[in-house]
């Protein structure tokens, strides 16, 4: 979801992984096969609770490392903007017996998967989505930006503000409620407090959808009160 950030100086997270076995006398030399898979459970343990599907793609680390003798720590520090997924740049640092003998730098890209609305055709500004226009698909979250929608009953009736193009997931900040009830509309007015119920006409000084809040002027009274739209016809007050 993040763009790819450079490595910060300002860093937030610090994480340690205690090497079991001590180097020899003579030190010894970590493969970057294990580095990586030290990197790879880093990744693995900062997502666990994310409730996504993460995928390493890639971690740029090819080169063998010698080290001293003693016992081994490895201390990973990500920027404080990464999520946990998408492209960025780790540092890791390695301790020998509490001192550090090496400082890396390590491009990593993560992916992370979960459910996301994706429309199935264009859908042009002003469109009022239906079922057949979307559905529920895996997609990448680093690929995305915006507030995306992850569930089809927060799209499902709501009307297209910005053209949506085919395949690509549908940002929430893109739709708008229906409205129902519109500005100079005549609407039943309801007041209601347990057994008691009151109705009266009134006008809409507002245009809302459902659930909106908006002013409504009593016809009788002239009095303008605040109401909840209900309906295309009725609006609620508090009583």
């Known amino acids: 979801m993040k763009k790819i950030s450079a490595y910060l100086a300002c860093i937030v997270l610090a994480w340690c992984l205690g090497v079991a076995a001590t180097a020899n006398a003579g030190g010894t030399t970590l493969s970057a096969k294990k580095v990586r898979a030290a990197v790879q459970e880093y990744i693995l343990d900062r997502t666990r609770d994310s409730g996504m599907e993460i ?16 016992k081994l720590r490895y201390e990973f520090i990500a920027p404080r903007q990464w999520e946990g997924w ?4 780790l540092g890791l640092v390695i301790r020998v017996d509490d001192q550090l003998v090496r400082n ?17 055709y264009p859908l042009p500004r002003g469109v009022v989505i239906e079922a057949s226009d979307v559905s529920l698909q ?7 930006s915006g507030k995306v929608s992850f569930n089809l009953a927060d799209v499902l009736g709501k009307r297209v503000r910005v053209q949506i193009r085919a395949n690509t997931p549908v940002r929430s900040d893109y739709l708008e409620k229906v409205p129902l009830v ?18 009266a006409t009134g006008m809409a ?23 909840r739209v209900i309906d295309s016809g009725t609006v609620a007050v508090n009583f």
């Open 182 to 199: 519109k500005n100079g509309q005549v609407v039943t007015i309801i007041a209601e407090n347990g057994d008691l119920r009151v109705t």
């Open 205 to 227: 000084r507002g245009t809302g959808a459902e659930g909106d809040l908006i002013m409504v002027q009593n016809m009788n009274s002239k009095k303008s009160v605040q109401a």
């Open 104 to 120: 890396m730098s390590i491009p990593v890209d993560v992916e992370a998967l979960t459910d996301m609305v994706v429309a199935l």
């Open 138 to 144: 895996k997609r990448d979250l680093a690929d995305v």
């Open 55 to 70: 995928r390493i793609k890639r971690i740029s680390l090819d080169e063998d490392i010698t080290v001293p003798a003693g």
């Open 86 to 89: 998408g492209r960025t740049v």
